[in-house]
């Protein structure tokens, strides 16, 4: 009996020496191996998740240096010079294309159905599209709309030029929704300039 009495004291007397408003008293080795890890956990997210996104801006910047060479060909300033030339053909018109024309709209359309499937992949940024090329693709669906149905109907395939035209309707959407202006107008080239005039 006079055992337990003993033990009792010694419990007794450890609960008073200890200080209740002690905020490391429960804190054992289990638990700071728990937060230990916890934090190391969400470090890791941390860094993936930037990781991930400088890869998305890569793969974005990329894909935007691929729009850019595909209009740098010789091959695209040849076509694109004979599409500016040639007339718009009228919804539903019979009269046939050119065999020139015809080439150099095949030649630019395959073209535009890589770039308007990246936008819709969101590999590249639709503004960035619309800035580098949009006039010249809404241009070249003015005049490739009705020859492109017609090769629809031909080829039994309504997906034919498909992203051509999704494209051409993604940068018109744009258009009415932003006052769309050329970038001397819009103040970029201006303070280009005059940014490269104060670093002088």
Known sequence: MRLVELADLIDLDEEQNKSPSDPYMHLDLATVLNLISTLTLVGALVFTGLQLRASNRARRDQAAITVIQSAQSETWTQASGLIHRSPQLAEGSSEQTVPKVELALFTIGIRIEA??????????????????????????????????????????????????????????????????????????LEGLARSSVQSA
């Open 115 to 188: 770039v308007g499937y990246m936008v819709y992949e969101r590999l590249v940024n639709l503004e960035a599209v619309d800035e580098l090329m949009g006039g010249f693709t809404l241009l070249f669906w003015s005049r490739a709309k009705t020859w492109a149905k017609r090769r629809r109907v031909e080829l039994g395939d309504p997906k034919a030029f498909e992203w051509c035209e999704w494209l051409a309707l993604r940068i018109g959407e744009r258009r009415s929704k932003t006052r769309s202006q050329p970038g001397l107008l819009a103040g970029g």
